[in-house]
């Protein structure tokens, strides 16, 4: 069962904040949100993870409601390299469990 | 560079034949995972090691089986190869202790093709 929904497909604007949703309706209180990207065929890249607040890093920003039900990842200036499919995922970060991936967004940023 | 090396890049091969796919995971992690995926399709989990321990098993099929050693390196060996298994197979580790984050980091992927 698919504990993430995302759009299928988005697109943006080069230069101007993607928005990306989640939701995650049955998030489990021990169980974080993840993102991650994969560009082409390359190995999925590891972008940011969250909790309950919000976080930011050098790549993007990581919005979580307060009931935790949803999130948005914010590329605040999408370039052409930023293409690429996203995936949200949610897991509990210790006991090393796996970590499995949905279909995830595509997201195309356009000239 | 992820720190995470997989080998061979490409593959190819013929049905019914067998392969060995090899990972070797960033130097202390102890858990390492195993994806496919097929053309234009999303990241299979097929399982996971941790020191050297199966943890989780995802959509593997009998065909397929894995194996971590005592170094921490990782094979999927892949027998009675069908045109289906024509994928890209990805090799991740993680880090288990101290600021451990729950990140995963991949390597660049292992490309079969099956003629």
């Known amino acids: 069962d698919a504990k993430t929904t995302q759009p299928t497909s988005m697109d943006c604007a080069e230069g101007r904040a993607a928005n990306l949703p989640c939701n995650h309706s049955t998030i489990s209180g021990n169980e974080y949100v993840y993102w991650y990207r994969q560009i082409h065929s390359q190995g999925p890249q590891y972008i940011i993870h969250?909790?309950?607040n919000n976080e930011t890093n050098e790549m993007a920003s990581l919005i979580i409601t307060e009931d935790r039900k949803s999130s948005t990842l914010i590329l605040p200036h999408a370039t052409l390299r930023d293409t690429a499919v996203y995936y949200c995922?949610?897991?509990?970060?210790?006991?090393?469990?796996?970590?499995?991936f949905g279909a995830g967004t595509r997201l195309t940023v356009k000239p | 560079d992820s720190g995470v090396t997989q080998t061979p890049k490409h593959l190819i091969t013929a049905t019914g034949q067998r392969v060995t796919l090899r990972c070797s995971p960033r130097s202390g992690d102890l858990s390492v995972y195993w994806y496919q995926q097929s053309l234009d399709q999303g990241l299979q989990f097929l399982i996971q090691?941790?020191?050297?321990?199966?943890?989780a098993k995802g959509n593997i099929l009998e065909r397929f089986s894995a194996q971590q050693f005592p170094d921490l390196h990782s094979e999927l060996n892949l027998s009675s190869l069908e045109l289906g298994d024509s994928a890209l197979y990805f090799c991740a580790s993680s880090a288990t202790s101290g600021t451990y984050s729950g990140e995963l980091f991949f390597g660049e992927g292992s490309r079969l093709t099956v003629l």
């Open positions: 090691y941790y020191n050297g321990e199966e943890r």
């Open positions: 995922i949610v897991r509990v970060i210790y006991n090393n469990n796996d970590m499995r």
């Open positions: 969250g909790l309950k």
